[in-house]
């Protein structure tokens, strides 16, 4: 038996609604077909699921049976990443993960904090305006942080241009994923034209990283462990292109997501001033004055809980695509074979079945007695499985740190009521997160 859902236009099916709010439709969806529906875009059938048992279902106990192989990681695979660690699979992605998964070991993390402190010392020593975008601020802090960590590379001169072009880009790509039809990247239209040049940007920065570490390899930074790597059978190295794309994937995803999870969370913290009292409280008492470090994260912990609390309600990867390998059965629906999959860290982490007030902001939800008490997959705001995201410890270290660091040394005050939310690759701001800064 398949599940319901909206019917749509006889043609395209659901495509307009889809592509001209896609949170919004996949909501209403939710709200009038329930937690499991089934939808039509052009010729794809796709499989909403939103219970933490499905999604577990599709990321983990049958993640052989759900592969990316779908038109989104195709079109983000085919425009920008090429076939880096995001949207590889079978035997290169395995590769891959073990040459990459070094840089993130609890022992290099260690390392990092430093780095990531201070950076973000040096930024908030910058700011000398009254007003300030959060969100902008962000984007530079992590592109320098992952440059400067991950990737081994100074990118300090390059962050304004860099964080313009992912922008772009970001939008760019949803377009293109969402549209049931594009037209070539050759073809001279003034959209592509702009988007090559971003494309041409980002390369150029990707491969001067690469060019400066063949020159001068370094000890532990990722580049230098791509470089060093050597295929078992044949003994070759990466190509070029090959190194470009693990790099570019890194670079991308290795900061937008950070950055979009910590302008959500300094928005809910000035709207909600009984949390950043408490969170002040905390900071002070954890670090009585001096700088924050590694062995200070275990004790930050109602600093987590806001970050955590944020990533529920606007988790940055709000959605993946799966496509379904061979004829299956989810809960009480069949799951034709070449069914498209569609998961929703977004609709799960609002699920009133699962969660109690769910569009409230309560931090405490994640002390550990509570968070122990929810379904495995209630919560996946880095995916989960195989497939989870490499640098969650990476990225949940430098929220960690930057929001502490942000905290103890700047008063801000939000400057808007409401921020729209832009579903892109990842769950952007509309217009940034303005915020004014006060005396301490």
Request: glycine fraction near 8%.
């Amino acid at each position: 038996m398949l599940p319901p859902g909206p019917k749509g236009n006889w043609l395209l099916g659901n495509a307009r609604a889809l592509g001209a709010d896609p949170l919004r439709m996949i909501s209403e969806t939710v709200r009038e077909f329930g937690e499991t529906a089934r939808f039509r875009v052009a010729k794809w059938w796709i499989h909403l699921i939103t219970r933490p048992a499905d999604v577990q279902h599709v990321l983990q106990d049958r993640v052989k049976n759900y592969s990316k192989r779908t038109t989104g990681y195709g079109r983000l695979s085919n425009l920008l990443l090429g076939d880096g660690l995001v949207t590889s699979e079978g035997e290169l992605w395995k590769r891959q993960r073990r040459i990459v998964q070094p840089a993130f070991h609890k022992q290099r993390l260690q390392l990092l904090a430093a780095s990531m402190v201070r950076a973000t010392t040096e930024m908030t020593g910058r700011w000398t305006g009254e007003r300030l975008d959060l969100a902008a601020e962000m984007t530079h802090l992590t592109l320098r942080i992952v440059g400067e960590t991950i990737l081994g590379a100074d990118v300090s001169a390059v962050v304004d241009r860099c964080g313009e072009s992912f922008a772009a880009l970001n939008e760019g790509l949803m377009r293109r994923i969402m549209a049931p039809v594009n037209l070539p990247l050759w073809v001279p239209s003034g959209a592509n034209r702009r988007f090559a040049a971003r494309v041409r940007e980002v390369d150029q920065v990707v491969y001067g990283m690469i060019a400066e570490r063949r020159r001068a390899p370094g000890e532990s930074d990722l580049i230098s462990m791509l470089l060093a790597a050597r295929d078992e059978e044949t003994g070759e190295g990466m190509s070029d292109r090959q190194l470009r794309d693990e790099v570019m994937t890194m670079f991308f995803a290795g900061h937008e997501t950070t950055a979009t999870a910590l302008a959500w969370t300094f928005f809910l913290v000035g709207k909600h001033p009984e949390v950043e009292r408490r969170l002040r409280a905390e900071v002070s008492e954890v670090l009585g004055g001096r700088e924050a470090g590694f062995e200070d994260l275990e004790r930050l912990r109602y600093t987590r809980m806001v970050i955590e609390e944020s990533m529920r309600l606007y988790p940055p990867v709000w959605s993946t695509m799966r496509n379904t390998e061979a004829d299956d059965q989810i809960g009480d629906w069949s799951v034709p074979r070449g069914t498209w999959l569609l998961a929703s860290s977004y609709l799960t982490h609002r699920l009133p079945s699962v969660w109690e007030r769910p569009d409230a902001f309560e931090p405490e939800r994640f002390s550990p007695e509570r968070a122990a008490a929810r379904p495995r997959f209630a919560y996946f705001p880095f995916l989960g499985g195989p497939r989870q995201c490499l640098g969650n410890q990476f990225s949940m270290m430098e929220a960690q740190l930057i929001l502490a660091t942000v905290t103890q040394r700047q008063r801000l005050e939000l400057a808007c009521e409401t921020i729209e939310m832009a579903p892109l690759l990842t769950l952007r701001p509309v217009g940034g997160v303005p915020m004014i800064r006060r005396a301490a």
